[in-house]
Antibody, heavy 124, light 111 residues
Framework: QLQLQESGPGLVKASETLSLTCSVSGGFIRTTSYYWAWIRQSPGKGLEWIGSFYYSATTFYNPSLRGRVTISIDTSKNQFSLRLTSVTAADAAVYYCARSPVEMATNDNYFDAWGQGLLVSVSS | QSVLTQPPSVSGAPGQRVIISCIGSSSNIGAGYDVHWYQQVPGAAPKVLIS???NRPSGVPDRFFGSKSGTSASLAITGLQAEDEADYYC???????????FGGGTKLTVL
């Protein structure tokens, strides 16, 4: 059974870089059948898609994050990572990693498996 | 304010039917992009209830129905049960924003 598990620091200082890792078990991230994504949830902004990648190294990022985000993968460890630079209080949220089945139309993607989430706070 | 607009809350008695709306625009739902629905109970991650406007993944009770028309979509829950008390979110793609978006969420209270 597929499991996704987020890991990383629960506290990041403002202006610094947030780095999180998602470990995947029960399935391989190097697959043509799924995208892998990061999503966050904060009280103020609700659920927000951060970015997705496909094994071919195709990545999609939310333009609202203005180039601060990078998603990378380590197929040897079956993990993918999120890097968010220049964090502010607005980046405090629960961060989820998720899986998205490849659809006939890419823009019709949804998220069919989620990690349990990791709460990240930002200190000033 | 979310691009996909949902009522903040709905409520119903056990056994009743409730409908949660998701109102979009011509750049998302109205453009023909699929709408998906998620259920989130407190302390847990969202779980997909409806994909591709109307499809129920395996394991989702047939009390949950998704529909879409024009620039809006709806989630209907029939035979309301106490365990249905949760937050519900719609999700679609927006071509103006070039991003997958979620609605603001609707809290369902079972009276």
């Amino acid at each position: 059974q597929l499991q996704l598990q987020e890991s990383g620091p629960g506290l990041v200082k403002a202006s610094e870089t947030l780095s999180l890792t998602c470990s995947v078990s029960g399935g391989f991230i190097r697959t043509t059948s799924y995208y892998w994504a990061w999503i966050r949830q904060s009280p103020g902004k609700g659920l927000e898609w951060i970015g997705s990648f496909y094994y071919s190294a195709t990545t999609f990022y939310n333009p609202s994050l203005r180039g601060r985000v990078t998603i990378s993968i380590d197929t040897s460890k079956n993990q993918f990572s999120l890097r968010l630079t220049s964090v502010t209080a607005a980046d405090a949220a629960v961060y989820y990693c998720a899986r998205s089945p490849v659809e006939m139309a890419t823009n019709d993607n949804y998220f069919d498996a989620w990690g349990q989430g990791l709460l990240v706070s930002v200190s000033s | 304010q979310s691009v996909l607009t949902q009522p903040p809350s709905v409520s119903g008695a056990p056994g009743q039917r409730v409908i949660i709306s998701c109102i979009g625009s011509s750049s998302n739902i109205g453009a023909g992009y699929d709408v998906h629905w998620y259920q989130q109970v407190p302390g847990a991650a969202p779980k997909v209830l409806i994909s591709g406007n109307t499809n129920r993944p395996s394991g989702v009770p047939d009390r949950f129905f998704g529909s879409k028309s024009g620039t809006s979509a709806s989630l209907a829950i029939t035979g309301l049960q106490a365990e249905d008390e949760a937050d519900y979110y719609c999700q679609s793609y927006d071509s103006d924003l070039s991003a997958w978006l979620f609605g603001g969420g609707t809290k369902l209270t079972v009276l």
